[in-house]
């Protein structure tokens, strides 16, 4: 079980936590106070039924971190911004009693390797292929949120003999439309500005601005694309805002937004998916969805989810869990 007390109690000085092994600054909370360290990868693990455990494995040129646990087909399980395999921790539990659930830090984040390059999707799908193929899976289900869909998506275009069955949520893979998206929204449009994706686009001065006080963007990002914000606990936040605040980790996940040219050119390259599709989506996110992803698949369900945000896997558990049993089978 997770130390509660750990959660709560003091947390290390920056100083000593960056001189260990390329571990997380402190975070400063909204008071300036130093945020305590969350539990480790393998603590969270632990603490889900389901027997999970955290494990690394070298795929290809990186070296993932994933937790794995359940028995049954292989699910793979792809996070977004700015997240790690934590963010299924409420979904994981109830799909490992059908499936052999796989959820991997992406490349950039977490307990996976931070390389200077290879943040395209194909290259990050190929990672993928190369894990799955590590863990002895010639065929597998994946399914993504935010960056991690359109990782999926790659995986999906790219591998068809080694995927089953694809979920996309949230969001698909960029395309020529990115570069329509308004930096300053007309009022009354509706339209989100979408501000962030400009500042992780610019080289280095994230990393310095972000570095140590990694919460004060976290937060605000979730309590943003939130419907209860309440949904996202005080420890999921803690373990989002400690692996996303440190050079490294900024460095590579704003990598993940700085090769959108590469995965819009590779985009125009591809044909249509021919594995099975499921798009999920809530209100706003969806109707982006249902204009584009029909015609890049061959067989596409699309499904609306009520009552949440962006961040439909911490809002909307249940309504996730019954989706995926349903369309994976």
Do not use: C
């Not at 109830?94 to 931070?114: F, H, M, T």
Request: aromatic share 10%; net charge negative.
């Amino acid at each position: 079980m997770i130390n509660r007390r750990k959660v709560l109690g003091l947390g290390a000085g920056s100083a000593a936590l960056a001189a260990m092994g390329g571990i997380a600054p402190a975070a400063l909370g909204a008071t300036g106070d130093v945020e305590p360290q969350p539990p480790s990868d393998a603590e969270l693990a632990r603490s889900l039924p389901g027997d999970f455990r955290s494990e690394t494995a070298q795929a290809g040129a990186v070296r993932l971190h994933y937790v794995a646990g359940g028995h049954g087909e292989p699910l793979f399980l792809l996070h977004g911004w700015p997240q790690t395999w934590w963010a299924f921790s409420k979904v994981m539990p109830a799909l490992a009693e059908r499936y052999r659930v796989i959820a991997v830090d992406l490349p950039g984040i977490g307990g996976s390797d931070k390389p200077e390059s290879g943040y395209d999707k194909k290259t990050m799908a190929l990672d993928i292929y190369e894990l799955a193929s590590v863990l002895g899976y010639q065929e597998i289900n994946i399914a993504g949120h935010d960056i991690g869909a359109q990782v999926a998506f790659s995986f999906a275009v790219n591998h068809p003999a080694a995927t089953k069955k694809v979920s996309l949520l949230s969001v698909t893979h960029p395309d020529e439309s990115y570069y329509s998206r308004p930096l300053l929204p007309k009022p009354g449009t509706g339209e989100i500005n979408l501000w962030w994706h400009a500042f992780l686009q610019v080289q280095t001065l994230p990393q310095e601005l972000i570095a140590g006080r990694a919460s004060f963007l976290t937060n605000w990002i979730f309590d943003d694309f939130l419907v209860n914000q309440a949904a996202l606990t005080p420890l999921d936040r803690a373990v989002f805002a400690w692996n996303y605040n440190y050079p490294a980790a900024i460095r590579g996940s704003d990598g993940w937004y700085q090769t959108w040219n590469q995965d819009i050119a590779d985009m125009n390259t591809y044909g249509k998916v021919t594995a099975p599709i499921l798009g999920m989506a809530t209100v706003g996110f969806f109707q982006a969805m249902e204009a584009v992803l029909p015609s890049e698949g061959i067989n596409v369900q699309l499904q609306e989810v009520s009552d949440a945000g962006h961040y439909l896997i911490a809002e909307q558990p249940e309504v996730v869990i019954e989706a995926f049993r349903k369309f994976f089978g």
